[in-house]
């Protein structure tokens, strides 16, 4: 092999372009391979959250396509999705309402990056049982619905409001059809 | 044969990158509430400090010197992007409650401290063992802290509960300071003291 001066200009270029190449038909090459495994986790995990705000061990979900996404769990509980902001990034959760269109069953949140001990309290049980049991609805109109914020996380519990909010909004005509 | 024993075993004791060079501390304070979490950060620190040292030890006659410390941050990125794929696809609970911590390893002061300390001028076994002895006194600290604040913290370890209910019964609480970031660094400081008076000739004396 030609002997080269290692602190070249050419050969720094050459050795960066080459490293940087590889490193990136690696990386390719593992999320490739990987992605099946990690799609399933996050199926499983969005399967355990369902049931979680539904209160119950295992059952069958059913998922119901039609202009607002609604899970069905054992042909009984209304599992509706809910997006918003938390503090730091995303946080995200569901409602399992009773056939009846308007008594909560259970709540469960999640985040990506809210405050361990303070915004990340509400993925705790004792932040989502004070939901199981709330009305949603009163004379055939959405009721605003009252929780207990979290001490230290103002703004994680303001997004947690406003998710619910929005969500219970954009919901309504899908209540006003399960209004017996 | 001693070589081998020295580079693996002093980093776990004399020369314990978290005790006596006091680094890679920001992540000791963060992921030591609980024992599992530790261990696994633990792991893959001292897979990422192994790697790393070998791959830089084994490129080390080839790496420009003007362009060695992006070389380098190039190599240790990639295998936490990798470490942070494998445990998403099999160990998601755990990547989850890592989340940001398993990206934090490419910054973990001790990595790149055995990189330009060591795999630029050894050869690739002895950098192997020097990063992988590294990476185990890592994680033998974050385990022994981990230990103490999720027993007295939760009472409970590895999740499993130890601390039995008669004794909350009694009126034993939980420590709570326990879990807070700052009960790390006290404990952190109580395994040198110890460290350092079981070994005087540790202790620096004080320069006039």
């Known amino acids: 092999m030609m002997k080269r001066d290692i602190n070249s200009n050419g050969y720094i270029f050459l050795y960066s372009t080459i490293l940087v190449v590889i490193v990136a038909v ?11 495994f990690q799609e399933r ?24 396509d039609g202009e607002l996404p609604v899970y069905l769990v054992n042909d009984s509980i209304f599992v509706i999705p809910m997006k918003g902001k938390g503090l730091w990034g995303p946080i995200w ?15 469960n949140f999640d985040h990506k990056s809210e405050t361990p001990g303070l915004g990340g309290e509400i993925t705790t049980e004792k932040f989502q049982r004070q939901f199981s049991g709330k009305q949603i609805r009163e004379n055939g109109r959405l009721k605003p619905i009252e929780f207990d ?32 | 044969m001693s ?10 004791r004399k020369s314990n990158p978290v005790t006596v060079l006091v680094l890679g501390i920001c992540s000791c304070l963060a992921v030591t509430a609980q024992l599992k979490p530790a261990l696994v950060m633990g792991a893959s620190v001292t897979v990422v400090t192994a ?3 070998l791959i830089i030890s084994l490129l080390r006659k080839g790496i ?55 795999a630029l001028s050894h050869g690739p076994w002895e950098s ?41 019964e009694a009126g034993y609480q939980n420590n709570g300071l326990m879990i807070l970031p700052p009960m790390a660094l006290i404990i952190v400081g109580v395994i040198i003291w110890i460290q350092r008076t079981r070994n005087p000739e540790m202790q620096e004396t004080n320069q006039k």
Do not use: H
């Not at chain 2, 755990?94 to 002061?109: D, E, F, M, R, W």
């Open chain 1, 149 to 180: 914020a979290i001490t230290g996380a103002t703004k994680t519990s303001d997004g947690v409001k406003k998710m619910i909010d929005n969500t219970l909004e954009t919901y309504t005509p899908f209540f006003e059809k399960l209004k017996p």
């Open chain 2, 3 to 12: 070589n081998f024993k020295k580079l693996l075993i002093e980093p776990l």
């Open chain 2, 64 to 118: 420009p010197s003007r362009i060695r410390i992006i070389v380098q941050l190039v190599v240790v990125a990639t295998l936490v992007i990798l470490i942070d794929q494998f445990l998403k696809a099999f160990a998601y609970d755990v990547s989850k409650q890592l989340s940001v911590y398993v990206g934090l390893i490419i910054t973990n002061c001790i990595i790149m401290g055995r990189l330009e300390a060591f």
């Open chain 1, 93 to 107: 959760g569901y409602f399992a309402i009773a056939p009846d269109g308007s008594t909560l069953i259970g709540a």
């Open chain 2, 51 to 53: 790697l790393s040292n």
């Open chain 1, 41 to 64: 986790n996050k199926e499983n995990e969005k399967r355990t959250m369902i049931l979680a705000a539904a209160g119950i061990a295992d059952g069958e979900i059913t998922f119901c």
């Open chain 2, 128 to 168: 192997f063992l020097d990063g992988l002895g590294n990476g185990l006194g890592y994680s033998l600290i974050l385990v022994i802290v981990a230990f103490f604040r999720e027993l007295f913290g939760s009472g409970t370890l590895l999740g499993y509960q130890v601390i039995p209910q008669s004794f909350y």
């Open chain 1, 26 to 36: 690696l990386l390719t090459a593992a999320a490739l391979w990987l992605q099946p």
